[in-house]
């Protein structure tokens, strides 16, 4: 499904500077493993990565898919395109950004391809954003009552529902961003889109399982 | 609200409820520069509807993290490699 939203309002609407900018070289997760060894084609090298990488990556590929056995079917396309490609690698971005672009777009091909897809639309999360007249609420929220939240046994159950029923891109930026807390602008790399898209189609995906859960939680109005 | 911030909002000194919400991402991920984020607070803390929808919004991100429990299954890492060796220029060790 290709994202139909306003691509140039979400680039220039929001002006706020990058906080993080890309690095040229390898850190973080990958620091252990030696990057030239493995741009020089050195197996072992690629193996830690495999090792390495693997149970975060799979997560990730889960997590947009629901379906373990395609994840990891996936997971062993995604090193095979990696191992093929790792002298496309230019370092412009972190090895781990570069190999999970490689493993979300093969996910998501998979996601096309099998038609399994969401149940809302792009246009439908947009009207479940708050309205405002005067740049004020037309309508006060709701409070959620706490006990509701606590106590109800399949709250997990009904957020998970909610994810999944979010178009695919904006599931795959709640999953790369609120699960598994990459920064902002390393969802940008990895989904090839700016960081102002990546930070408008969050706060939409927030604001629609905000919507989704709120009957659910709603405090009911005293007798 | 109070009628000062009311008034400050109507003037465009003061963020209102619509422009509080569209960087509510921001000022939630901390990505907010200490003069809007104090500018963002100042309403937040007398709009009785931002407040609940704030709340709502960080527990709806809360609920999402601690959601969608992933299994790795324990040879993984393993049955990748293997399939790299039958389907690459691949031996590793």
């Known amino acids: 499904m290709e994202p139909t939203k306003e691509k140039e309002s979400e680039q220039t609407a929001r002006q706020l500077p990058d906080s993080e900018v890309a690095t040229t070289t390898a850190e973080g997760a990958e620091g252990a493993i030696d990057l030239e060894a493995l741009l020089a084609g050195d197996e072992k090298a690629f193996e830690q990565l495999v090792i390495q990488e693997s149970p975060r990556l799979f997560r990730v590929i889960v997590r947009i898919l629901g379906d373990d056995d395609e994840a990891e079917s996936i997971l062993q396309e995604t090193y095979l395109q990696a191992y093929q490609r790792m002298h496309t690698f230019r370092k412009e971005s972190k090895l781990t950004t570069w190999l999970y672009a490689i493993g979300i777009n093969l996910a998501r091909a998979s996601l096309r391809k099998s038609r399994r897809l969401s149940s809302l639309e792009d246009q439908e999360v947009e009207k479940m954003q708050p309205d405002f007249n005067r740049g004020m609420f037309v309508e006060t929220p709701g409070a959620w009552d706490p006990s509701k939240i606590t106590e109800l046994s399949d709250r997990q159950q009904l957020v998970r529902r909610g994810i999944e029923q979010l178009p695919e891109d904006y599931r795959t930026i709640v999953v790369l961003r609120d699960i598994e807390e990459y920064s902002t602008d390393e969802v940008a790399q990895m989904l090839d889109i700016s960081s102002g898209a990546v930070r408008v189609r969050l706060h939409r995906a927030r604001g629609a399982l905000r919507k989704l859960l709120d009957p659910h939680f709603r405090r009911q109005p005293a007798e | ?93």
């Open chain 2, 1 to 93: 609200m109070k009628a000062l911030t009311i008034l400050k909002t109507a003037l465009g000194l003061a963020p209102g409820c619509k422009k509080v919400n569209e960087f509510l991402a921001e000022y939630v991920d901390g990505e907010l520069d200490d003069k809007t984020r104090m500018q963002f607070e100042d309403h937040i803390g007398l709009c009785g509807c931002c407040n609940h929808y704030l709340d709502q919004y960080k527990t709806t991100i809360s609920m999402t993290k601690e959601t969608m429990e992933v299994n790795v299954p324990s040879q993984l890492a393993e049955h990748t490699l293997t399939f790299l060796r039958k389907n690459a220029d691949f031996s590793g060790s």
